[in-house]
């Protein structure tokens, strides 16, 4: 194995460029310059804290790589040296989306991570066993004789899994109930997690304590959150996101510091207290049948005027947005400057709002200035 530190003077995601452009100061610096097109980024960074100070001023950046490292490399005046650490025959990789999360996890289950495999245990709250067929199986595991199951499959203690049943290349935690005539394809299931009769999950993530009613489909790429119940027969398109956890709507200040709330479908039940009534217990929530089915309990996330943070920009699958160098839509950055100054000020904490007045004052100023010269 050989492992060497080098300085990194220029990165470029865009793969199908013809050609990089470099500038003749930086060949002078580095009189010898190589060229690698054989690296993948597993993109983790060890950074000095200098580099939080970066982030929390300037709310352009929004990922470490494409925004931070492709400007601040550039910034030649203040000299900043970043360096890149290349490794052989090692494993390194961070999750950082459902994608990677994906990709990380069938690298574990097919043992390229060896020693860091679930029948090593090395955690010592487990007990995996690895059987023939690439199964991985802890104790109390219930399987119907006519289970199809493939290779490569994880299953958590006490889980049970009905006849008729098929499972190809999934991960399923603790104490999680598949119901008979089940179809589980390259999904993730999480602790206590029941899957009615004849539902059926493709390629996507459910959260622990979520409920799939009988015959429900849950198209791929799908993330079911903590506690959803998906209603019986209802069908989750594809790429969808379920939560429980209400909408809040943000008023303007007042002296409560309360907020309106609803979920993103039929505003809350009626009844006594509730938000900003002065005390007793939140109304009931009620769930729209046309996002989680007759009798399901979610929403779908972001509902309807609902905006996304900025960490959410990706679309959990490899997009990511298209305005401007760094991705992020400008209305997020202003609403998520809006967001911590909200926050502050509820929080008593005037002092650290001032500073972010104060910078969204001047990006408005400049935005205005820029409008009036374009017309």
């Keep these: 194995m050989v492992s060497n530190c080098v300085c990194v003077g220029l990165q470029d995601d865009n793969v199908d460029a013809e050609d990089v452009t470099i500038t003749r100061d930086f060949v002078a610096e580095h009189p010898r310059v190589q060229f690698r097109y054989d690296m993948l980024d597993c993109h983790i960074y060890v950074c000095s804290p200098e580099v939080l100070v970066h982030f929390n001023d300037n709310y352009d950046y929004a990922d470490i790589r494409q925004d931070y490292v492709h400007n601040e490399v550039q910034n030649a005046a203040l000299a900043w040296r970043f360096f890149a650490h290349f490794i052989e025959n090692e494993y390194a990789a ?17 043992r390229w991570t060896y020693p860091m495999v679930p029948d090593t245990n090395m955690v010592a709250t487990t007990s995996y066993t690895r059987v023939r067929d690439g199964t991985y199986k802890e104790h109390g595991v219930r399987l119907a004789r006519s289970v199809k199951l493939s290779g490569d499959c994880v299953l958590g203690a006490r889980t049970r899994i009905g006849a008729g049943s098929v499972v190809n290349k999934c991960v399923i935690g603790r104490n999680c109930v598949i119901g008979k005539g089940v179809t589980l394809e390259g999904c993730y299931l999480w602790d206590n997690v029941r899957v009615e009769d004849g539902a059926t999950v493709s390629r996507s993530i459910v959260c622990s304590n979520a409920v799939i009613g009988p015959g429900a ?42 907020d309106a709330m609803s979920v993103g479908s039929d505003l809350p039940s009626s009844g006594a207290g509730g938000s900003g009534a002065g005390g007793g217990e939140p109304p009931e929530l009620v769930w729209r049948a046309s996002e989680v089915g007759t009798g399901g309990k979610g929403r779908m996330y972001p509902a309807e005027g609902e905006s996304e943070s900025e960490s959410d920009e990706d679309d959990g699958f490899g ?27 509820r929080g008593g904490r005037a002092d650290r709002a001032v500073p972010v007045v104060r910078k969204l004052l001047r990006t408005v100023s400049v935005v205005s200035r820029g409008r009036s010269q374009a017309c």
């Design 217 to 258: 489909t849950v198209g791929r790429g799908s993330t079911i959150s903590y506690g959803v119940v998906i209603g019986s027969g209802f069908t989750v398109p594809d790429f969808s996101r379920l939560t429980c956890v209400p909408v809040v709507i943000n008023n303007d200040f007042d002296d409560s510091g309360s």
């Design 94 to 110: 961070r999750v950082h989306d459902p994608r990677t999360y994906d990709a990380v996890s069938r690298d574990i289950v097919a």
């Design 319 to 345: 997009g990511r947005g298209t305005s401007g160098s760094t991705g992020v839509k400008p209305s997020s950055r202003f609403s998520s400057a809006v967001h911590t100054v909200m926050v502050a000020m």
